[in-house]
Structure formats: structure tokens, C-alpha cells
Nanobody, 115 residues
């Protein structure tokens, strides 16, 4: 099972930007489907963005045009660039790696958007 470590969360004002990173262990990163999820207090975990092994991406409607997911297979890392942040983006953000029915999660990183 792949180990995932997220970083880059923090406190940011509305309209600001953050970049989350998720570093994966092992040598098979390039074949994983990588995704970012988030969970706000009292809400279910929801998919934010996904990037397939060939680089195809998809986004939740709520973040389209503001967030960008990318991956660097040489560094075993997936990123989430978040721009024009809104208070409703406040949540714990989780990285997920999936392949052949197996799924791994990171520990999460807190993003708080507040003035």
C-alpha cells in the first residue's frame, strides 16, 4: 500500500492562493489515479479533483476555474493549486491514490479561508 504525505495547508484570506502537495512512496506512482478530496466540519468527504495516469483531469463544479491538479511522476508528487479561495473552501484536504481496486489515503492537511 502506498504511503501519502500531504503538505501546504494553512490559513489564507478570501481571494488568496495555496498550493497543496502530496508525496507518495514507492516506485509505481505513475500508474496511480491521484485525487484530492476535502471534508468540511459536519459534511461528507467530497471529491475535489482527479488526475489520471495519462494526465486527464476532472474537477468538482465548485472549484472549476479556480483549482488546478497536476502531477510530477519524477517526484512522485501530486499538487493542487488553489486560487481565488473562498470561505466555503475551508476543509481538511486529503490525497488519495487508487489503482486496481486498491485505495490509499493521506493524513490530511487543514485549509482555512478566513479574514
Amino acid at each position: 500500500q502506498v504511503q501519502l504525505v500531504e503538505s501546504g495547508g494553512g490559513l489564507v484570506q478570501p481571494g488568496g492562493s495555496l498550493r497543496l502537495s502530496c508525496a507518495a512512496s514507492g516506485s509505481m506512482f505513475r500508474i496511480y489515479t491521484m485525487a484530492w478530496y476535502r471534508q468540511a466540519p459536519g459534511k461528507q468527504r467530497e471529491l475535489v479533483a482527479v488526475i489520471l495516469r495519462l494526465g486527464i483531469t476532472n474537477y468538482a463544479d465548485s472549484v472549476k476555474g479556480r483549482f488546478t491538479i497536476s502531477r510530477d511522476n519524477a517526484k512522485n508528487t501530486v499538487y493542487l493549486q488553489m486560487n481565488s479561495l473562498k470561505p466555503e473552501d475551508t476543509a481538511v484536504y486529503y490525497c488519495n491514490a487508487a489503482v486496481s481496486g486498491s485505495s490509499s489515503w493521506g493524513q490530511g492537511t487543514q485549509v482555512t479561508v478566513s479574514s
